[in-house]
């Protein structure tokens, strides 16, 4: 059976004045259809690189997949010329983005919006793209959808603007809809709101969501599988119970800690990963977390962790000192 | 924290309002209630947590509490001296002993000034030291915030956000003041730079016994950070008792709402908690709704809470709400 999404290899680099960014480095896994995916890192790890590589929406100059394979529904999204991947963007795979306000045109209505991108991928005349459009303004919960529809971006709240990108998402029914960092601009309140919708929106039509965050919080109570990213590299892959209750990777487990929890008890102190990020034009060496790792050691500095299964294919992680780890780590 | 103590500041009744100006001539048409008649009390040495939506002023308290805003009406008992009535003189002596940590560590450190410079700064304006003196009180101010005391000739930029938000914190510290308004000073960093930061903040207030007013829509890292909370909405404090009370036993819906939509990084506990999603969106604070301000989203709303404005009161010793329906 194929996979709805399969990444091989993936590499994505940016040529610079500066030097080369190595942004995404050897990133593989797959995607089942109908699955949630929480892609998780902070910022500069490539998790949204690696989403626009796989929209090949990278800016090239400066940007350029230097290696791999996207294979949807097993065809090679890179070997598409411009015109044919314009075909997939919308149809098959659906693009979000953190903020509602730069990504939707000022100077159109919301309505005009919905109507374009339904009609560039259906054959559908005005007036019926213009009733989907109100049905899908419906579906994602904003009151009064058909007066709505001729209101200006800057009429709508900033959760609003979200749903209507979220409409606009799903104009086309994709198969996967890839939500980068979709809540982040907003209120716990409006982003527990959002977060209700896609779950919703996700069981009743079925498609595949990959949601790209910072928040290790907010995927726990969605995703089924989580892919942690640092520097570029996946370098934790599991399901949600395993890299919560199990988690193997240190960069990981600095994550969950520096998250203060509701149930935490008062003056507890927040496990704080030390150091900054490595610098993406001069990765080092050997693992690329050694430099903030309080487990290092010279095997770590020389040679950088394969991805190693630990548990079949629900939890694989990077790590050469994995199993030791595991003997310290006693939470679980 | 000692019932007997004395409040460091106590805000009385405060109110500020914006006005809205339109037209040909600029008149005043309307204006934004911001703040709209809060009143509450920060004691030494504690952290009070100032949390709520985008727009329901928590900013803007913070802002006038120092009287970076001029104060529409109501009082601010700053150690004793009431700071509304101060000239600017008086006013700036005062200044010395608050102090305020910005949330954007981009935009609050002038790009052509050195680190030095910036964080000396208030050492020029406030004291006469020596330029050895200053230097060495420079030097251990980045040291104390954990900055590598040779980065003073460098340049805002060369630095990180969470390392420019450190830069910050001494320039705050500076002074030596004994109140340091917080105003989201994480919420542009990455997670793990949070916790850092965070850390250090309570480090300080171990070591030098500083209060803080930690300002945040995080309520996850206020209840981590402060002894107090309050919580606002539009303007006025809905709710304001301990930090465990709040979290045990909140009573006004808007608190209990707040608290289920904040995201639990752990998928057992996220299934089985009950989640209070609330409707819509914050009303405007230009014309916020009769009555009660939480009544559009309010899941519990009655007729009365249409007509009728709940008033802040101590429902429980040290726990004060808004509510027509708290016991």
New interface residues.
Partial sequence: MTSLLEIKNLKTRFFTADGVVKAVNDVSYSMESGEILGIVG??GCGKSVHALSIMQLIPDPPGKITNGEVLFEGRNLLDLDERDMRKVRGRDIAMIFQDPMTSLNPVFTVGYQIVEALRLHNDMTKKEARKRAGELLTLVGIPGAETRLDDYPHQF????RQRAMIAMGLSCEPKLLIADEPTTAL???????I??LVKKLQQELGMAIMWIT?????V??MAERINVMYAGSIIERGK??NI??KTRHPYTM???????????S?G???????G??PDLLALPEGCAFAARCAYRNDHCLAEKPPLVEIDGPDHIVACWRWEEIAGINKNE | MNEKQTPLVEVRHLKKYFPITGGFLQRKVGEVKAVDDVSFQVFHGETLGLVGETGCGKTTVGRTMLRLYEPTDGKIIFDGTDLTSLGEEALRNNRKRMQMIFQDPYASLNPRMTVGSIVGAPLDVHTRMSGKEKYDRIQDLLDIVGLNPDFVNRYPHEFSGGQRQRIGIARALALEPDLIVCDEPISSLDVSIQAQVVNLLEELQKKIGLTYVFIAHDLSMVRHISNRIAVMYLGKIMELADRDEIYLNSLHPYTQALMSAVPIPDPDLALERHRIILDGDIPSPKNPPKGCNFNTRCPIAKERCFVEEPAYREVKENHWAACHFVE
């Fill in positions: 902070e910022s709240s900033g959760g609003m209120d716990v309140t409006i982003q527990a709101q977060v209700d910072h928040d290790l919080g907010v726990a109570e949600v119970r919560y209750k600095g994550l969950l800690g520096s998250l203060p929890r509701l149930d935490d008062p507890t102190k927040l496990a704080s990963v030390p900054l990020p």
